[in-house]
C-alpha cells in the first residue's frame, strides 16, 4: 500500500530524490504545512493573545498526543522544549546528588547531544561518568542493568533504540523501576522509539523515570518539539529555570521563586510554537487516515524485509546487519556495519538516493513515504556500488 499522496509537497519538491533516511530527517507529510500556516495565522490574527491560544489549546492538545503514544495517560506531566539537550540539562540541574560532583552511568551507544554534554562536564570535573560498552549486544541489557542496580549512581540514563545501531534495550520497566524521587533518576532516550514502539513507556515506568523525545524522526512532525516525560514529585524546584515555569503560588512571601506543581516546573522561557501545531496537524491525520503506530510499524516492518531480500545480490551482502528485521519490536531503520559505509553514503548521495552513516554504519531508514518500488529502485542503485 502506498502513502505517498499524504506527502506531495515533500516529494514534489524532488521528485527524483530516493530518500531512506526517515530516522535521520523524516520527510514531512502535507499536514505539516497545514500546521505551519495555521501557526502563522493565530499570530497574525491573534498578535499577544496567541499565547493563550498556544498554552490553552495547542500545548494541551499536544500533551495528550505524546501522553497517549507513550501509554502513559499522564498528559499533565509532558513538557515541551526547542530541543532534547535543552531538558537533558535541566534534568541534570535538578538530580540530587550524594556528594560534590554527579555520579552518572549511561552506555557508549548514546546521541551526542548527551554524549558530548556528559563528556565535557566530566572533564571539568562537574560529574563522573560511567559508561556501559553496546557490545557484545547480547548481554548489554543486563550488564547495564547490573550497574545500575549497584547504587553507585545518581542519574541513569540509556537509549531504548541505540541510534547508531538500531538496537533496542528492552528493560526498560526494570530500570524505570529503580527511579526513586531522592535518587537515582532514571532517564530513558526514546527519540528513536517514540512513535515507532508501540505505547514504548507506559504508566508503570512514568510513574518513577523520565522520558526523552521529539517530533523531528517519527513523529514526522519536524524540529523544536521536544518533549520530556517528568514523573511526578521528581525535582519540584529545577535551578536551571525560565519564567514560564513560573506558578503564582498565594503562600510564597513576594519575590520567591514559584514553580508549577506538574510538568511545566521544567519549563524554559519564550520558545516557537510552530513545532507544536506541525505535530498536532500530524497527529490528527494519522487519526484520520486510520494510522497507529502497529499499522505504520507494519507497513516499514514489509520494506524492511524487502529490502534485506533483494540487497542479498549487492555490495550490502558483504557488510554486517547489526539489527536484521524479525518478531518482535524493531527500529524503522536498518544499520549496515562495513568499513566501505562512508564511501557507500557519498557514492549513493550524489546520484540522489539519501542514506546516512555513522562511523562504519549506514544507515537505512523507512517511513510511509515509501513504497516497494522506492525498495526496488534502491537495490538496483545498490547494485551499481563496489564491496
Known sequence: MSFKALFSRSLGAAPGRLHFAAHSHHLWPDASFDGQVECWNDAATLADRKW?????????????HVA???????????????????LLVRIASACPRQGARLRVLTS????????RQF?????????????????????????????????????????QVLFGTGRIFDRVAELAALGATAGPWVVIDGYHAFMALDRPFGADSGRSAFFLGGGYKYAMAGEGCAFMHAPPGFGPRPPVTGWFAEFEDLSLPPG?????????????????????????????????????????????????????????????????????????DHARFLAFRSPHAQRWCDELKAIDCITDVRGDVIRLGFGIYQDEADVDRFAALAGRLSA
Open 52 to 64: 493563550d491560544r498556544i498554552m490553552g489549546e495547542v500545548w494541551p492538545e499536544a500533551q495528550r
Open 108 to 115: 557508549d551507544g548514546e546521541f551526542h547531544s548527551a554524549r
Open 68 to 86: 497517549a503514544e507513550l501509554g502513559t495517560a499522564m498528559a499533565d506531566a509532558i513538557v515541551f522544549a526547542p530541543n532534547t539537550h535543552d
Open 256 to 328: 520567591s521563586v514559584g514553580y508549577a506543581p506538574d510538568a511545566m516546573r521544567f519549563m524554559g522561557a519564550t520558545f516557537d510554537a510552530s513545532g507544536l501545531y506541525r505535530f498536532n496537524a500530524v497527529q490528527r491525520m494519522l487519526a484520520a487516515q486510520g494510522l497507529s503506530t502497529p499499522d505504520v510499524s507494519q507497513h516499514v516492518a514489509h520494506l524492511q524485509q524487502r529490502m534485506v531480500d533483494t540487497l542479498d545480490g549487492t555490495a550490502f551482502a558483504s557488510a554486517e546487519l547489526l539489527n536484521p528485521p524479525g518478531d518482535g
Open 119 to 159: 563528556a565535557r562536564w566530566a572533564e571539568d570535573g562537574w560529574l563522573d561518568l560511567e559508561t556501559v560498552a553496546t557490545d557484545p549486544a547480547d548481554s548489554f541489557g543486563e550488564r547495564f542493568l547490573d550497574r545500575a542496580r549497584a547504587g553507585e549512581h545518581d542519574l541513569i540514563m540509556v537509549s
